[in-house]
């Protein structure tokens, strides 16, 4: 089956086709930038339009790749990400960098999210430098952002338009792990949609990495699930009907015990509200991914949904089990020669700077006002 790709968004996909792209040769193929020129002209023309529908909102997640600053913070492994490191990670580098991720997300879909999880950024500032670009300032993004305890200093975050969405909490979930590790904490986030009764809950991953082997740092990933499936079932025994939204890196895949038993998050023919509902099983078992590790596509990224979203009676609003999209449009692309197939257009590989957007792709589903 064909990868599940973004196609046609009205008035914006005129603006992305007609984009011209720029080549930058790699070691292994070459990275292709976007000029950015089609897209001010859309957030410029049609801001208002974008902003004016409240019948549906999309949800997206990105994992970002090394978003880090350029300053040196003494607390943090950050410095790889210096003007002065090898990497030569500069305010040039790193004002590009945000442009990039302004470009995505405002070409996500037919109106910019209003929800956007974020992992792999190292504070609250490059957060808000981003919600601040030039491309999406007018969309009213506020951050939310917590230091965690992760070694490299990267730490997961959130995004909302605050035209669309209030927040009510949020607060950080610290992942223990043995002998004093450190990883990222869950990010908890509820709020209200405008107009609506029905709370959201959201819970933002960046589960422990599989560097060290998959078997070897499984049970990292399973602490983590026993972290966030506490803290799901709380709100489940509080609400039968409660509107829950799983985004993460989850570095393990639909299938693996992390997820499929631990956070028992499956894909049955008819959950119930109260129930877990992976959106990402199918395409994982169609071989589409978001993040191409020497040429197999492997869904690290995943949305996970409580059923009762499932529900097109549901009081608020809902999705369809097939609602999860990857977006993998041409121009985030590169040509791996190697393996001869377009991959994430990443911004480095090693020390060596491509000037791309990320390593893994972005995901994004659409909630709909219930009839």
């Known amino acids: 089956m064909f990868n599940k790709i973004w196609s046609g968004i009205g008035v914006l996909g005129v603006a992305i086709l007609a984009m011209q792209c720029t080549t930058q040769s790699n070691d292994s193929g070459s990275n ?77 879909d037919a109106e910019p999210p209003s929800i956007i999880g ?60 043995p002998e004093n590790d450190k990883t990222r904490d869950i990010l908890y986030v509820r709020g209200f949609f405008k107009g609506e009764e029905q709370p959201f ?25 026993e972290q966030l499936k506490y803290h799901v079932d709380k709100i ?13 890196d989850f570095n393990d895949y639909p299938d693996s015990k992390s997820i499929w038993e631990t956070l028992n998050a499956r894909n049955h023919r008819k959950p119930k509200d109260n129930e877990l509902f992976n959106l990402s099983y199918e395409m994982h078992m169609d071989d589409e991914g978001t993040y191409n590790y020497r040429g197999d596509w492997v869904m690290m990224d995943q949305m996970i949904i409580s059923g009762n979203l499932l529900n097109n009676r549901n009081e608020s609003f809902h999705t369809n089990k097939d609602g999860l999209n990857v ?26 700077y491509y000037g791309g957007y990320s390593d893994h792709l972005p995901i994004y589903m659409k909630l709909k006002k219930s009839k």
């Open 201 to 225: 809950h959201f819970f933002v991953n960046h589960w422990p990495s599989r560097r060290e082997g998959q078997e070897l740092t499984e049970p990292k990933r399973v602490l983590a699930s």
């Open 118 to 177: 974020m992992v792999e950024i190292e504070n609250k500032y490059v957060l808000e430098q981003l919600a601040g670009s030039t491309y999406i300032k007018n969309f009213n993004y506020e951050a939310i952002h917590h230091e965690s305890p992760d070694e490299r200093g990267i730490d997961v975050g959130f995004l909302y338009d605050t035209d669309k969405f209030v927040v009510e909490e949020h607060y950080p979930i610290p992942v223990t792990l």
């Open 236 to 248: 489940m025994d509080e609400d039968r009907n409660p509107n829950i939204v799983i985004m993460g």
């Open 327 to 352: 977006f993998k449009e041409k121009w985030i692309l590169y040509l791996d020669k190697k393996y001869k197939e377009y991959k994430p257009n990443k911004t480095y590989g090693g020390n060596n």
């Open 32 to 108: 292709t930038n976007a000029d950015s020129s089609a897209i001010a002209e859309f957030t410029s023309n049609n801001n208002a339009e974008a902003m004016g529908s409240f019948d549906s909102h999309t949800i997206m997640f990105y994992n970002v790749e090394n978003l880090f600053d350029t300053f040196n913070d003494p607390h943090t492994d950050d410095d790889s990400f210096l003007p002065e490191a090898e990497k030569e990670w500069t305010e040039k580098r790193f004002n590009k960098k945000i442009s990039n991720l302004a470009d995505v997300i405002i070409a996500i």
